[in-house]
């Protein structure tokens, strides 16, 4: 059965700066990957989508990268804000089992 | 613009008392989800939706039941409530084949008396 794991759990990091979250599955036979943001209280946003057959996706000041024969994916956030303050969650999409997450990494950027 | 839109969003329902959230989409999706996500956990799909075809997770509780009379349109029923089903529900839609990207709603948040 497919896993999903986050680290760190939380992160803290002054505004400007350049981070990196990890996502790891333990399942490589998986047909995209999708990152999420989650404010509190509210509902997942669609941050990043990449197909099995992709390496990396950008928009913006995000990069995901998508190592399937090791079991990872990372999302890069370039010039961190204190608007990106939220939590982020990956999502791994599992033959016959659809979407399965990851418990999220809460990051605070502070000003 | 086109949207997934949950209601109400926060809900409050006495224990044992049955209640009703629902969930409704402008994308014209094939599928809908429901999912559950207690604080500082993972969603966990409760069931899904492929056109009318009903798809339910092997440990969703037998309490938690969905409708959906169509395409735009789904509910899910929780016949009577206990403690432990505190949490915000998350309706998600995607095109039909795998590689489709989700998309969700704000959630309702729902508490338990």
């Known amino acids: 059965k497919q896993e999903v794991t986050q680290i760190p759990a939380a992160l803290s990091v002054p505004e400007g700066e350049n981070l990196v979250l990890n996502c790891s599955f333990t399942?490589?036979?998986?047909?995209?990957l999708q990152w999420f943001r989650q404010d509190p209280g509210k509902g997942l946003t669609s941050l990043l989508l990449?197909?099995?057959?992709?390496r990396e996706q950008t928009s913006g000041r995000l990069n995901a990268s998508l190592d399937k024969s090791s079991g990872r994916s990372t999302l890069y956030i370039a010039a961190s804000q204190p608007g990106d303050s939220a939590t982020y969650l990956c999502?791994?999409?599992?033959?016959?089992?659809?979407?399965?997450f990851g418990p999220g990494t809460r990051l605070s950027v502070l000003p | 613009d086109a949207m997934v839109i949950q209601n109400p969003r926060y809900q409050v329902t006495q224990f044992g008392k049955p209640v009703t959230l629902s969930c409704s989409q402008t994308?014209?999706?094939?599928?809908m989800y429901w999912y559950q996500q207690k604080s500082s956990q993972a969603p966990k799909l409760l069931f899904h939706?492929?056109?009318?075809?009903?798809?339910n997770e092997a440990d969703t509780p037998d309490n938690f039941q969905s409708r959906r009379p169509n395409t735009s349109f789904c509910f899910l029923d929780i016949r009577s409530p206990g403690l432990g089903d505190a949490a915000m529900y998350l309706c998600?839609?995607?095109?039909?084949?795998?590689?489709?990207?989700?998309?969700f709603g704000d959630g309702t948040r729902l508490s338990i008396l």
């Open positions: 990449i197909q099995s057959s992709q």
């Open positions: 994308l014209n999706h094939n599928v």
């Open positions: 999502a791994v999409g599992v033959y016959g089992q659809n979407f399965v």
């Open positions: 399942d490589s036979a998986i047909y995209n």
């Open positions: 939706y492929y056109d009318k075809d009903f798809n």
């Open positions: 998600a839609t995607s095109r039909e084949g795998q590689g489709a990207p989700q998309h």
